[in-house]
């Protein structure tokens, strides 16, 4: 038993999967979209104008995820309590700690303010629970980064932490209407956040420039791409992925950008290409498990870690983008290692179904057991 179990570990340490690879490079991605505008240098790529466009990609790229599968976790135990316990504890453990650090360790010593005036502005304790509480947030801590070209966020990655969390209430509402089990609903959630986008961003609809406490327009966007996302797990019986299907995406992403209708295509083509590439990337081009797990420290760290390097005198693109990859990545394995797999430990903890009660029933005549039929999780199509 002992040589299993070993042996199952280990393959669970080496196992690779597409998902979790694309999450990781779409975290280090962030960080090639900050590098540009942190440096101040918006044509360090060449790209010019184009890096916006390349910015909200990634950011739709993990609200199609994030959509996909916690739905998944919600069909998978719907219970109202028990999915609120497993979404906190995937995220604020690790927010806290970073939240944390920025405030009492990297802001006493980047800080254009004496130490004791540091810590006696009211700013500096209101930026430990704005970001613990996620609405409203707060980005900026005194005199940190004051002299950077862009000054204002120490960590401006959090900024679509609020968003994810209005996600997950999206799925709760799916989940208690019970909008999952009658599927075409869900179009009447994501419809309507892509037709309040077409109005705004064609000037037919006068909208605030704030909802919730968020810009409108990545607001009205991402849900819209999050709700595409759990439709893809509510169809994904039906979905026929293909090689040639993400290849049409880019040529449509291609066609319209920079026009606003980028803005709409993106809630189809962006959770088609990256579910697809997710589902059928080659087991040779998958990351290994081990380094994967550092996505979500990735995605925390990265900003920070960009800024001390302009900070440091870092003012290229590429140069912070060259040293902080390899940086958030360390900082990244730390954070899985050292809260977030603690953090899922407790969360199995505290979520754990009681068994349910077993009534002992001796039939009048034995009957074989109903075969169990499993839906696929997509349904590959023709390369």
């Known amino acids: 038993m002992a040589g299993r179990s070993g042996s199952a570990a280990g393959r669970a340490r080496g196992a690779k999967d597409g998902f979790a690879t694309v999450r990781l490079v779409v975290a280090c991605g962030v960080i090639g979209f900050h590098a540009m505008p942190l440096t101040g240098d918006y044509d360090g790529w060449g790209w010019g104008q184009h890096w916006y466009h390349y910015g909200t990609l990634t950011v739709a790229a993990f609200m199609a995820m994030s959509g996909f599968f916690v739905m998944k ?7 109202f309590a028990r999915f609120w316990v497993r979404r ?40 430990l629970w704005h970001n613990a509480l996620l609405f409203p947030q707060q980005y900026d801590l005194p005199g940190v980064f004051a002299g950077n070209p862009y000054p204002t966020a120490v960590n401006g ?38 037709a309040l986008l077409v109005l705004h961003v064609n000037g037919l609809v006068d909208l605030p420039d704030t909802m919730l406490l968020l810009p409108v327009n990545p607001l009205l966007q991402y849900l819209a791409i999050y709700a595409m996302g759990i439709a893809a797990w509510l169809y ?4 026929p992925l293909s090689w040639w299907g993400v290849v049409a995406c880019v040529a449509i992403e291609v066609f319209v950008y920079p026009s606003p209708v980028a803005d709409i295509t993106r809630a189809v083509t962006i959770p088609y290409a990256v579910l697809t590439i ?40 590429w140069q912070v983008i060259g040293i902080g990859v390899p940086i958030a990545v360390v900082l990244g394995l730390g954070s ?23 009534t002992e029933v001796i039939p009048a005549v034995p009957a074989a057991d109903p075969p169990t039929v499993e839906l696929p999780a997509l349904r590959p199509g023709r390369n």
């Open 73 to 79: 976790t919600w069909e998978r135990d719907p219970h």
């Open 88 to 127: 906190a504890l995937r995220i604020m453990p690790g927010l806290l700690v970073v939240v944390l650090l920025a405030a009492l360790v990297l802001g006493p010593l980047v800080t254009t303010l004496a130490t004791g005036e540091y810590f006696g502005q009211a700013r500096t304790w209101s930026f």
């Open 278 to 317: 997710g589902t059928k990337l080659p087991p040779w081009l998958c990351l290994p498990n081990w380094l994967t797990v550092a996505s979500f420290g990735v995605f925390l760290y990265g900003f920070p870690v960009e800024q001390t390097l302009v900070w440091l005198g870092a003012d290229h693109p």
């Open 236 to 239: 994904r019986d039906k979905i």
């Open 157 to 194: 990655s959090l900024w679509c932490l609020p968003l994810e969390v209005l996600g997950y209430a999206l799925v709760t509402v799916v989940g208690l209407l019970g909008i999952n089990r009658r599927r075409p609903l869900i179009f009447l959630i994501a419809v309507p956040f892509g």
């Open 336 to 358: 899985w290692h050292l809260v977030e797999k603690h953090a899922l430990r407790l969360r199995t903890t505290l979520t754990e179904r009681a068994p349910e009660p077993r």
